[in-house]
């Protein structure tokens, strides 16, 4: 997968009864894949809501997007199974309903306890050998337990099947000195930011970026993924500040769980979805928050994509 540029990791649509809403999804895949720059689209992850659907509902939305995007892009699904086999075999299920790729989601017990040396190498290796799927390493935040120290990230950034990662870290001490180590030991992986509450640093080291923020603004994230690879501070910095009433109203909010319900709101707002229907646990942020991410879209000049466009994809 060639992932140098910008990959959305699209919100699931549900119909106002909280159903899967499988025409929704579809226009917003089209919708994403029609803006140049973007490379794939990352489905199942965080802001997908992946863990609130069952097997079936993650199967089926799976098979959607494929058919939605028709070969432009690869899918690539959240693999979030606790146990290694059981991961593997999601993968396989996947795989099996089109997937390309796999964002390989730590096992959530390891945020509580932390994780056993060699354990998240053996939860890799099991998803590419079992499913094929190409893996994204995929590094949660320093503050975390289940942030693998950098001896963990290279044995896997190194093992056959993985491709790219997806980096949280959030702690630029051991950004700057990870990334460089990272590239040395495997200088075809591709380094991907998902800071999505301050992108602006991150963005002169990668390769490219796998943000939820990609619903939202994905015209001016490939803007500022190409000024960064540019080394543009100037052009990066007035990206990044157009952009900051957004970055404000979605990402700086009390935790990131809200920042998917404001990703549904700047969707509708943008007119591409009719509505922000959640799954629990997520809540709704209420009447004057949703009017606070409104107006940061007409602050920032992002507008609202026109039916003619839509209806063109
Ligand atoms: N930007 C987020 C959301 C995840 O997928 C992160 O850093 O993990």
Same mark, same amino acid.
């Given at each position: 997968m060639d992932l140098r540029g910008l990959s959305p990791?699209?919100?699931?649509?549900?119909?106002?009864?909280?159903?899967?809403?499988?025409?929704?999804?579809?226009?917003?895949?089209?919708?994403?894949?029609?803006?140049?720059?973007?490379?794939?689209?990352?489905?199942?992850?965080?802001?997908g809501e992946g863990t609130f659907l069952t097997e079936d509902e993650r199967l089926a939305?799976? +098979?959607? !997007? @494929? $058919?939605?995007?028709?070969?432009?892009?690869?899918?690539?699904?959240?693999?979030?199974?606790?146990?290694?086999?059981?991961?593997?075999?999601e993968a396989k299920k996947c795989k099996a309903a089109g997937a390309t790729g796999a964002l390989v989601y730590p096992n959530h017990g390891w945020l509580r306890f932390g994780y056993q040396k060699g354990a998240p190498q053996s939860r890799y290796k099991a998803i590419w050998e079992e499913s094929g799927l190409q893996c994204i390493l995929f590094q949660y935040p320093d503050a975390t337990k289940a942030s693998y120290d950098l001896d963990t990230q290279l044995d896997i950034a190194t093992q056959e099947g993985v491709v790219a990662?997806?980096?949280?870290?959030?702690?630029?001490? +051991?950004? !700057? @000195? $990870?990334?460089?180590e990272l590239k040395k030991a495997n200088p075809n992986l591709q380094i991907l930011s998902c800071h999505d509450e301050?992108?602006?640093?991150?963005?002169?080291?990668?390769?490219?970026?796998?943000?939820?923020?990609?619903?939202?603004?994905?015209?001016?994230?490939?803007?500022?993924?190409?000024?960064?690879?540019?080394?543009?501070?100037?052009?990066?910095?007035?990206?990044?500040?157009?952009?900051?009433?957004?970055?404000?109203?979605?990402?700086?909010?009390?935790?990131?769980?809200?920042?998917?319900v404001a990703l549904k709101l700047g969707l509708v707002k943008r007119g591409i979805l009719d509505h922000a229907t959640i799954r629990e646990p997520l809540k709704n942020l209420g009447e004057?928050?949703?009017?606070?991410?409104?107006?940061?879209?007409?602050?920032?000049g992002v507008g609202r994509i026109q039916e003619a466009v839509l209806a063109a994809e």
């Open positions: 990791a699209p919100v699931t649509a549900f119909t106002r009864d909280g159903d899967v809403d499988h025409e929704a999804n579809a226009r917003l895949a089209r919708w994403l894949v029609s803006v140049k720059g973007v490379k794939s689209l990352v489905i199942l992850g965080h802001a939305l799976i +098979r959607t !997007y @494929v $058919e939605a995007v028709d070969g432009a892009v690869p899918i690539i699904a959240g693999i979030t199974g606790e146990g290694t086999k059981v991961a593997a075999e990662t997806k980096n949280g870290v959030r702690n630029m001490k +051991r950004w !700057y @000195v $990870e990334i460089p301050w992108l602006l640093p991150t963005m002169f080291d990668v390769d490219g970026l796998l943000v939820g923020y990609g619903n939202i603004a994905p015209e001016l994230l490939v803007k500022l993924i190409e000024a960064g690879k540019a080394q543009n501070y100037t052009e990066a910095r007035k990206v990044f500040e157009q952009l900051l009433p957004i970055t404000r109203t979605v990402y700086h909010r009390g935790s990131h769980m809200e920042g998917t004057k928050a949703e009017k606070e991410i409104f107006d940061a879209f007409d602050a920032a």
